[in-house]
């Protein structure tokens, strides 16, 4: 196990993804971290992770690893739950790795679209500037939107408007008209 001290959620984040690349899993880091990547930044120890797993499938992530050393804990959704299952996984430190089993409305081309971010000797695929957005946008709180502002104004490549609008669409009109509104701005 790499983390060595309360904090270091980022350093069990890679243990999780060496199970996960063992397993030649897709998967994209989500959440505090993907916001820092896309421009915003904020105080967290927060690591999230999303992949596109059957519960089947996740359990069996579940038992490699527990056979890593680390607790977890595997929640299936509720039948309207956006997300259909969630793997919490602990180490003795208290650090916390959250691994999404799938995001109801989630283009599966978004692991595709994961860009390669250089960390602590590995690389970590962290969801692609649209996708990111579009999942802010179906969160919908004001953190989340505002995280999606963020990432609207952040300097780099450029948008591609079209496919952040086509995978926004995918989450409902809610997620559609946040991003309509963030756009208009």
Do not use: W
């Not at 790499?2 to 060496?18: M, N, T």
């Not at 860009?115 to 946008?137: H, M, N, Q, S, Y």
């Not at 502002?149 to 300097?155: I, M, R, V």
């Amino acid at each position: 196990m790499k983390a060595r001290a309360p904090g270091e959620s980022a350093l069990l984040l890679l243990d999780v993804v060496a199970v996960l690349d063992r397993a030649r899993i897709g998967y994209a880091v989500i959440g505090a971290m993907a916001a820092a990547v896309h421009g915003a930044i904020r105080a967290t120890t927060d690591a999230d992770a999303l992949v596109s797993l059957t519960l089947a499938e996740l359990r069996e992530v579940d038992r490699a690893l527990r056979k890593a050393g680390v607790d977890t804990e595997l929640r299936a959704g509720e039948a309207d739950d956006p997300i259909p299952a969630l793997l919490a996984v602990r180490d003795r430190h208290g650090n916390r790795v959250d691994v999404l089993g799938g995001l109801r409305g989630m283009d599966p081309a978004l692991f595709d679209r994961t860009i390669g971010v250089p960390f602590r000797g590995a690389e970590l695929r962290v969801i692609g500037r649209e996708d990111f957005i579009a999942t802010k946008c179906f969160a919908g709180d004001p953190q989340d939107l505002a995280d999606a502002a963020q990432a609207l104004d952040a300097p780099g490549p450029r948008l591609d408007v079209d496919l952040l609008r086509r995978v926004t669409r995918r989450f409902g009109r809610t997620a559609a008209d946040a991003l309509d509104e963030l756009l208009a701005r």
